[in-house]
């Protein structure tokens, strides 16, 4: 039995790892790399596996660093099963149509930069590869034991990841003749505590265990704070008469903000200061968490006995189309705007940045971290002038930036999680992936008590027999 790592080795983003046995070969995660667009174009438009030769993909969570090459792949001749929680195949088919979309749009860009007779670049994938490969996904229920294979050679578990909606931790039980094998991919594995969401659940420990390892060597602010400094920043804005703008990513930051200013205003701390959801995608996805919302936290279901809606209020409203985020950018007086992308780098929070950053009154609140070459570093930097749209735009406006809602487990949630884990059982060989080489190092210390062997961390190619 092997496993090669194709992704998120020695790095965060594009997750893909291959499980191979004398007869069987399984794809987990098969997702983008996601950084300058000229790079994560060569990145992903080769695959180091043979698509038609796969004979499952198991999906953890619909985030594209996770699943946004799955249609590509699909296109390039796998016609297998996608297994995957239900939530997350919702969810999914709503973030790789918005990919598609955007393939589309940067093969154009692309091809604009091409010299000579150089055909012009086609997009990685289309609309009408997700749709082929949505028919191919099956929803699992968390919890329970679903065959991968007729002969009982591959069987899949899901957990509750605690990451985003839908997120799973994937327990497979691997036969390889007479060898079985117990697999763990941790997915992204969440914080406990956080909005919205139910605690990660420990395994049963596992013969070979690949865990990510993103903040592996921080320990994150707690979200509660988060939700005072919202009261703070958005009644000084009140006071001032300027506008906050917030940029944020459409799928789960969009939402634990809405649901913190919902509880906000309910609890009448919070007047009602008009605020704006500018972002049809986060709407759409917005509409998932209200359909799951009986598997969200303890917290959520309390909240449902008295309000029916954890993610509208009266103050909110939704804006739907293009026209009406421009007459946003005439209106005046205070109010608040939530827009994507949460690092600034397109989409209609570019438009209310230009507008906002001139002015002093204006408040930015950037909710995370934010990547270095993008926009929102320059403005997390402060910077005088912030670039947008080629032009150099003047910044008066307020820099607040917040850390607390972080959706990945820090080294106080992963050294839970391995504790727990390991009064069940126990962890042979342990890969880390999804981190950045000092992160990864720094998870590798902490937890080599917990695991029977030093933890590996596997760069980008690596095969191990397990």
């Given at each position: 039995?092997?496993?090669?790592?194709?992704?998120?080795?020695?790095e965060?983003?594009?997750?893909?790892?291959?499980?191979e046995?004398?007869?069987?070969?399984?794809l987990?995660?098969?997702?983008?790399?996601?950084?300058?667009?000229?790079?994560?174009?060569?990145?992903?438009?080769?695959?180091?596996?043979?698509?038609?030769?796969?004979?499952?993909?198991?999906?953890?969570?619909?985030?594209?660093?996770?699943?946004?090459?799955?249609?590509?792949?699909?296109?390039?001749?796998?016609?297998?099963?996608?297994?995957?929680?239900?939530?997350?195949?919702?969810?999914?088919?709503?973030?790789?149509?918005?990919?598609?979309?955007?393939?589309?749009?940067?093969?154009?860009?692309?091809?604009?930069?091409?010299?000579?007779?150089?055909?012009?670049?086609?997009?990685?994938?289309?609309?009408?590869?997700?749709?082929?490969?949505?028919?191919?996904?099956?929803?699992?229920?968390?919890?329970?034991?679903?065959?991968?294979?007729?002969n009982?050679?591959?069987?899949?578990?899901?957990?509750?990841?605690g990451?985003v909606?839908?997120?799973?931790?994937?327990?497979?039980?691997?036969?390889?003749?007479?060898?079985?094998?117990?697999?763990?991919?941790?997915?992204?594995?969440?914080?406990?505590?956080?909005?919205?969401?139910?605690?990660?659940?420990?395994?049963?420990?596992?013969?070979?265990?690949?865990?990510?390892?993103?903040?592996?060597?921080?320990?994150?602010?707690?979200?509660?704070?988060?939700?005072?400094?919202?009261?703070?920043?958005?009644?000084?804005?009140?006071?001032?008469?300027?506008?906050?703008?917030?940029?944020?990513?459409?799928?789960?930051?969009?939402?634990?903000?809405?649901?913190?200013?919902?509880?906000?205003?309910?609890?009448?701390?919070?007047?009602?200061?008009?605020?704006?959801?500018?972002?049809?995608?986060?709407?759409?996805?917005?509409?998932?968490?209200?359909?799951?919302?009986?598997?969200?936290?303890?917290?959520?279901?309390?909240?449902?006995?008295?309000?029916?809606?954890?993610?509208?209020?009266?103050?909110?409203t939704?804006?739907?189309?293009q026209?009406?985020?421009?007459?946003?950018?005439?209106?005046?007086g205070?109010?608040?705007?939530?827009?994507?992308?949460?690092?600034?780098?397109?989409?209609?929070?570019?438009?209310?940045?230009?507008?906002?950053?001139?002015?002093?009154?204006?408040?930015?609140?950037?909710?995370?971290?934010?990547?270095?070459?993008t926009t929102?570093?320059?403005?997390?930097?402060?910077?005088?002038?912030?670039?947008?749209?080629?032009?150099n735009?003047?910044?008066?406006?307020?820099?607040i930036?917040?850390?607390?809602?972080?959706?990945?487990?820090?080294?106080?949630?992963?050294?839970?999680?391995?504790?727990?884990?390991?009064?069940?059982?126990?962890?042979?060989?342990?890969?880390?992936?999804?981190?950045?080489?000092?992160?990864?190092?720094?998870?590798?210390?902490?937890?080599?008590?917990?695991?029977?062997?030093?933890?590996?961390?596997?760069?980008?190619?690596?095969?191990?027999?397990?």
């Open positions: 039995m092997k496993i090669t790592f194709l992704g998120a080795a020695g965060v983003t594009g997750s893909q790892h291959l499980i046995t004398s007869h069987r070969r399984i987990l995660d098969c997702g983008f790399f996601q950084g300058r667009r000229d790079e994560s174009r060569r990145k992903n438009e080769t695959f180091h596996c043979d698509p038609k030769n796969l004979d499952a993909v198991v999906l953890s969570h619909a985030h594209i660093d996770h699943c946004g090459n799955l249609p590509q792949l699909y296109r390039k001749g796998f016609k297998g099963p996608v297994f995957c929680t239900d939530a997350t195949a919702d969810i999914a088919e709503i973030m790789l149509m918005d990919s598609a979309k955007i393939q589309k749009e940067d093969a154009k860009y692309l091809s604009k930069k091409l010299k000579g007779d150089h055909p012009p670049i086609e997009p990685l994938y289309t609309a009408e590869d997700v749709k082929g490969l949505i028919r191919n996904f099956e929803p699992c229920a968390f919890s329970k034991w679903y065959d991968l294979t007729d009982n050679e591959v069987r899949l578990r899901f957990h509750p990841a990451h909606l839908g997120s799973a931790i994937v327990e497979l039980d691997v036969k390889d003749g007479s060898e079985q094998k117990r697999i763990v991919f941790s997915g992204d594995l969440g914080r406990r505590g956080m909005p919205l969401l139910r605690d990660p659940v420990p395994v049963e420990g596992a013969d070979v265990l690949v865990c990510e390892s993103t903040y592996g060597s921080r320990v994150h602010p707690p979200p509660q704070d988060i939700k005072n400094q919202l009261k703070k920043i958005i009644g000084e804005a009140y006071t001032r008469g300027g506008r906050v703008i917030i940029p944020a990513f459409s799928f789960g930051r969009t939402q634990q903000i809405v649901y913190f200013l919902n509880e906000l205003t309910n609890s009448g701390e919070l007047f009602c200061l008009p605020m704006f959801l500018d972002s049809p995608l986060a709407s759409r996805l917005t509409n998932v968490f209200r359909r799951y919302d009986h598997t969200l936290d303890a917290d959520v279901q309390e909240t449902l006995k008295h309000d029916d809606d954890p993610f509208g209020f009266s103050c909110l939704e804006i739907e189309n026209q009406q985020s421009i007459e946003l950018n005439r209106r005046r205070a109010f608040v705007v939530i827009a994507a992308s949460g690092m600034c780098e397109n989409g209609r929070i570019v438009h209310h940045l230009k507008q906002a950053l001139p002015h002093e009154q204006n408040t930015v609140l950037l909710m995370g971290y934010q990547a270095p070459h929102g570093r320059q403005i997390a930097e402060r910077r005088e002038t912030i670039r947008i749209f080629g032009r735009i003047e910044r008066k406006a307020n820099v930036q917040l850390e607390g809602l972080s959706a990945h487990a820090d080294i106080v949630d992963f050294k839970w999680w391995f504790e727990e884990s390991t009064k069940r059982g126990h962890f042979g060989k342990v890969f880390l992936v999804h981190g950045e080489p000092d992160s990864a190092q720094a998870l590798s210390d902490t937890i080599r008590d917990y695991c029977d062997e030093d933890p590996i961390i596997p760069q980008f190619g690596d095969s191990f027999e397990v």
